[in-house]
């Protein structure tokens, strides 16, 4: 799964970046007219996975992990070539996700690239910036098909759909909540659209804010964020990286005080899961304990795939033990004996947590 960190300057991306990555990058370069996008993986917490890994003791334990790419701070008219202009864009074409970061945290020393604090303002901002440059792809890809010699049928039902963008657009709707149809977002598919993208919003909160559990236009962001179905997390990113660079008691005792009893890479990455339709199943043996992100309703063939095309090509079956199972008697050998290990074929639909071992003849 790949993420794009997306958010006007000093809202505290760089600082998220570096809160999920374990990276130390400099927080203040993006103000500063630096271009290049900061790029790292972050590892997805998974007790089932720390679950198995003592079991099996395996030479290789592998997260299921998250690629975060952090590019620099948009402004007003960035898509026109103000501030750094859009040449970021084509580092988050290709994302599964943005991550929208809105600034609630107040800090006289660090000013607000509008000059105040609201989040409702930033989004319809930042929303604008991604909207003007779809926008421009999309007129010059309509005015390429109705000027060409040779229009196919392909092309005039691209072209239909298009137009059925481009008005959303100047109606000031992102792509993504349009509600296409899977026929229609096929036909989309080679543009990779910036609004198009399902999004998040991380809201940047400072300890006060965060204990009073408050904060600038909250009320109007949750209402924003239901009416569009754009999922929400609060998290106050500085204190939280600042306590993950304590010792594990001293971090457990800090974290307590503050309320926080999930991490920002759980939360992020649970509600990531949750708005793409993800899951993960399981493979656990001495030599690797791994966890396999699929969509939700991926059949056992097609999940075998994920691990290797000569499996998902000679499936035979696929050996199943719910992880809850295995959690509550112990040992595969005791699951087997309560009749909970089970063969199915190749459209059993993967659940999230099943533990697979696939048997296969190529």
């Known amino acids: 799964m790949k993420i794009g960190l997306i958010g006007l300057p000093t809202v505290g991306k760089t600082t998220l970046f570096n809160l999920l990555t374990g990276s130390d990058m400099e927080v203040t370069g993006f103000s500063q007219g630096k271009v290049e996008a900061n790029l790292g993986i972050a590892k997805i917490p998974d007790e089932r996975i720390d679950f198995l890994t003592k079991m099996y003791n395996p030479k290789k334990t592998t997260y299921a992990t998250i690629e975060v790419i952090d590019v620099p701070g948009l402004v007003r008219g960035s898509s026109t070539g103000k501030g750094v202009g859009n040449q970021f864009l084509d580092n988050i074409r290709k994302v599964d996700a943005l991550i929208h970061v809105l600034r609630a945290f107040e800090n006289d020393t660090v000013i607000h690239d509008e000059g105040s604090?609201?989040?409702?303002?930033?989004?319809?901002?930042?929303?604008?910036?991604?909207?003007?440059?779809?926008?421009?792809?999309?007129?010059?890809?309509?005015?390429r098909i109705q000027t060409s010699k040779k229009v196919t049928k392909e092309n005039l039902e691209e072209l239909e759909v298009l137009k059925k963008c481009k008005e959303g657009l100047e109606n000031g709707l992102l792509i993504h909540n349009l509600n296409l149809s899977d026929e229609e977002n096929e036909l989309l598919k080679t543009f990779s659209f910036l609004s198009e993208k399902p999004m998040i919003l991380v809201v940047n909160m400072d300890e006060k804010q965060f204990m009073e559990n408050d904060y600038p236009s909250k009320e109007d962001l949750l209402k924003f964020s239901k009416g569009l179905n754009t999922p929400v997390i609060e998290l106050c990113i500085k204190t939280e990286l600042e306590i993950n660079q304590l010792d594990f008691e001293d971090r457990k005792i800090f974290l307590e005080d503050l309320g926080i009893t999930e991490s920002g890479i759980d939360k992020l990455s649970t509600t990531a899961y949750d708005h793409l339709g993800l899951i993960s199943f399981l493979t656990a043996g001495q030599d690797e304990v791994r966890a396999w992100p699929i969509k939700k309703n991926t059949t056992a063939r097609k999940a075998a795939?994920?691990?290797?095309?000569?499996?998902?090509?000679?499936?035979?079956?696929?050996?199943?033990?719910?992880?809850?199972?295995?959690?509550?008697?112990g040992t595969m050998a005791k699951v087997k004996e309560k009749g909970l290990l089970t063969l199915e074929g190749k459209e059993y639909i993967v659940e999230d947590g099943d533990i697979i071992n696939f048997r296969f003849n190529v």
């Open 117 to 143: 604090i609201d989040p409702m303002r930033d989004i319809e901002t930042v929303n604008l910036e991604l909207l003007f440059a779809d926008l421009a792809v999309i007129e010059n890809r309509i005015g």
């Open 305 to 329: 795939g994920k691990i290797h095309s000569d499996i998902e090509k000679g499936f035979i079956r696929a050996e199943v033990c719910k992880f809850r199972h295995l959690q509550e008697f």
